[in-house]
């Protein structure tokens, strides 16, 4: 007989699809979403919806406060489920309320919630949510961590007794390539369109904002060799308009391709011809398109500041200082000078470049709850 376990998370987003199918399949699941879109990017819930195994629930009841959701429900929830286990999502004011009624009321239920926090997002918790992380993470069976590295920081300067568990931010391989190969038709009209044949490209995909770095991204593109090069930055934000200015005075407006933001099979079919994906962020709890470039097949370059810098080894790509710009040009021009152009139309996939599978980590985390 399967355990019942009861999921409490923000909202669906395309990144934990794959993760909470797996939960269902392998678990009498509940979810309960917060939000009906994740509060930074809107998402096609109704795409989600029909590539989830699972039928959402949503905490409706609450109120909105300095950007924090309050939302009641959760305790009726656990009294009409009764589960073994309860998964909730970093140290929130749900997850705090759940954890507390769990430890005062109902101490058999399994509490672990989730964390994306990186090494450096760590360091810098401070005040209230320290507090709050410290408590909840030294009484809690389990923690959830996006790689070994931050899990061995949190035994090492928050407490040994923490139990950590590891849960990169990845899709299901064979899911997401599937999806991919869906989407050749629509690459090979994109290489068509923007003129990409015998042309060697670089990618970025995100939010236009601050912490991405993309003046510096653009900055050090216009100092490599990149005659043969295009840079596509698939994304929208505050920034688009500034970054635009940039790319003609740094002379490069020629090479340098604006999509827009990208959803489904528009976004997807960019990481199936670009050689080079790069994530230059000075700040990044993880960054779910590292693993989505990867499994394209995508030669990535990481910012040490993000989480997935943890994805990369010596094989799949190289991790650089997104504030020096010599190691990242360095970096780059080697990247470039080591790609072939696309030399014709699309037919089948690059190689998966992830280190590991999806399955491998998933079935690790699920015996271990």
């Known amino acids: 007989m399967k355990q019942t376990i009861l999921i409490f998370h923000p909202a669906l987003a395309p990144y934990r699809v794959d993760f909470f ?12 979403f917060n939000l009906m879109n994740v509060s930074d990017q809107k998402f096609d819930q ?17 109120f909105e406060f300095k950007g924090r959701s309050f939302r009641t429900g959760a305790i009726s929830a656990i009294k009409k489920h009764n589960p073994d286990i309860i998964l909730c999502s970093e140290y929130s004011p749900l997850t705090c309320l759940v954890f507390t009624y769990v430890k005062l009321f109902r101490k058999n239920i399994r509490f672990y919630t989730i964390s994306d926090d990186s ?39 928050v407490s040994k007794k923490i139990k950590t568990l590891e849960l990169p931010i990845i899709h299901k391989d064979e899911v997401l390539r599937a999806r991919y190969f ?15 044949k015998e042309k060697k490209v670089i990618l970025f995909v995100g939010r236009l904002v601050a912490v991405k770095n993309l003046p510096f991204l653009l900055k050090c593109f216009s100092k490599v060799k990149n005659e043969d090069c295009r840079l596509v930055i698939v994304g929208d934000g505050e920034l688009r308009e500034e970054l635009e200015i940039l790319t003609k005075n740094f002379n490069i407006s020629d ?45 990535t370059l990481c910012s040490t500041a993000a989480g997935a810098s943890s994805l ?38 690059h190689e998966n470049k992830m280190p590991f599978s999806f399955d491998e980590k998933i079935g690790t985390l699920i015996k271990q709850l």
């Open 255 to 299: 090479k340098v391709i604006f999509t827009g933001r990208k959803e489904g099979k528009a976004l997807n079919n960019w990481y199936t011809f670009s050689q080079i994906f790069v994530f230059p962020s000075t700040y990044e709890r993880y960054g779910a398109v590292v693993n989505e470039a990867l499994l394209g097949g995508c030669y």
């Open 312 to 349: 990369i080894d010596d094989k799949n790509g190289r991790l650089f200082d997104p504030k020096n710009e010599m190691d990242f040009i360095e970096k780059l021009q080697i990247a470039i000078d080591n790609s072939e152009p696309i030399a014709s139309e699309l037919k089948t996939l």
């Open 46 to 62: 109704d795409d989600l919806k029909s590539k989830s195994e699972f039928s959402p629930n949503y905490l409706q009841k609450g």
């Open 119 to 157: 090494i450096d997002n760590s360091i810098e918790r401070k005040g209230t949510r320290k507090l709050l992380r410290n408590i909840i993470s030294k009484n809690s069976n389990g923690i959830l961590f996006t790689s070994e590295a931050v899990c061995n920081w949190h035994k090492k300067n």
């Open 21 to 32: 199918n797996a939960l269902h399949r392998a678990f009498e699941a509940h979810f309960y």
């Open 182 to 196: 869906d989407s050749l038709g629509e690459a090979n009209a994109n290489i068509k369109k923007y003129s990409l």
